[in-house]
């Protein structure tokens, strides 16, 4: 009980997900269904592939669900260490009964079960406007890392010519360079003789020579969050009522990339692309990404949000519009490692895409 307040904290379990589900519509005006919410929570909470999240849940003496605070484990590469770590997948609570310690309430009760249940150290996550002065002030959320969503028209292609993007361009620039001191192109993979146009196939399941890839694509990126076949697998293949096309880009036969998209309407988000980390590589790559969506006449814009200095700039050669900017940090729950905590300090070191953003 909090004030008058009379509900009950608990851990979510697949009988709350109506419940959950009636929740959501509340806070977010969703037009999906109570079942599609239902499927979509069980998905993301119950099914992942590295365990099942844990949940907290604020309940009234009717069963409906005042306010929710969860997460789930992620596997996160770091340096040349593997850290398992919870990533924050859900955060609301019902506009009245906001601002009286509820979501704090959740907070603690979440930490704690991940404290005594896991080996868990630290979350992570994306958090949203409302909760990022609570969890700096109360828990000790370390902002560090900035994620920038763009919004990008088909139909405008800019031959590096800019006026309202000059600013950020120039800072892009500034990132990017500052990467290639970090990271010069001798330790990058290098592109096979006769790079030439790309092989784009869509595919419906991941080919087999894909972990191979992932072994030469890790030592490339310092800081991301790890994509084994299981995961990728339960991301992009098996999400339920999603419309997910998933691209291998080969050269020469070999895999040196890929990309994700989830179409809608007019739009499109690019999920995920991820490739060999070659400037020329990656902006060719991007080329006919764009190019395949020009293709389909349906399609007038095209949004991507990414944490990623050379692929950044590679954007300005289009009509970004930089819509909005988002905090990543991390929570320490206990002690880490100094190392691991100070990888969340080097921004040219990471890579963040709507691959993590889109479950935060």
Request: charged fraction near 20%.
């Amino acid at each position: 009980m909090i004030g008058k307040l009379n509900f009950e904290i608990r851990l979510m379990t697949e009988a709350d997900l109506a419940a959950v589900a009636k929740h959501h519509i509340i806070i977010y005006h969703s037009k999906r269904s109570e079942d599609v919410l239902k499927q979509l929570y069980r998905w993301k909470f119950f099914q992942r592939p590295e365990g099942r999240g844990i949940v907290a849940i604020s309940v009234d003496d009717a069963g409906a669900v005042l306010g929710i605070y969860g997460g789930f484990p992620v596997k996160i590469k770091l340096g040349c260490r593997e850290e398992l770590m919870f990533m924050v997948g859900a955060n609301s609570v019902l506009p009245a009964f906001q601002g009286n310690g509820l979501s704090r309430a959740l907070f603690a009760f979440f930490t704690q079960h991940v404290l005594e249940t896991t080996a868990v150290k630290s979350i992570v996550g994306f958090p949203s406007r409302e909760s990022i002065g609570p969890g700096v002030r109360s828990f000790g959320y370390d902002l560090k890392l900035t994620m920038r969503r763009y919004t990008m028209p088909l139909n405008a292609y800019m031959q590096m010519n800019f006026d309202s993007g000059k600013f950020i361009h120039k800072i892009i620039k500034t990132l990017a360079a500052a990467a290639n001191e970090l990271f010069p192109s001798s330790s990058l993979k290098q592109l096979p003789r006769g790079f030439g146009r790309l092989q784009i196939n869509r595919i419906s399941i991941l080919p087999d020579d894909y972990e191979a890839f992932l072994g030469k694509i890790y030592p490339q990126y310092p800081n991301l969050f790890m994509r084994p076949r299981a995961t990728m697998e339960w991301r992009f293949f098996k999400e339920p009522n999603a419309h997910n096309e998933f691209y291998e880009i080969r050269n020469q036969s070999q895999l040196v990339g890929y990309f994700v998209l989830k179409i809608s309407n007019y739009t499109v988000i690019i999920e995920d692309f991820l490739v060999f980390k070659n400037r020329k590589l990656i902006q060719k790559s991007f080329f006919e990404l764009m190019q395949l969506l020009k293709r389909r006449k349906s399609i007038g814009r095209v949004h991507l949000s990414i944490c990623d200095p050379i692929l950044e700039e590679v954007l300005m050669d289009y009509q970004p519009v930089l819509k909005e900017t988002c905090s990543f940090g991390i929570c320490q729950l206990s002690q880490v490692a100094p190392d691991v905590y100070h990888q969340f300090s080097d921004a040219y070191a990471w890579y963040l895409s709507h691959y993590e953003f889109g479950l935060g």
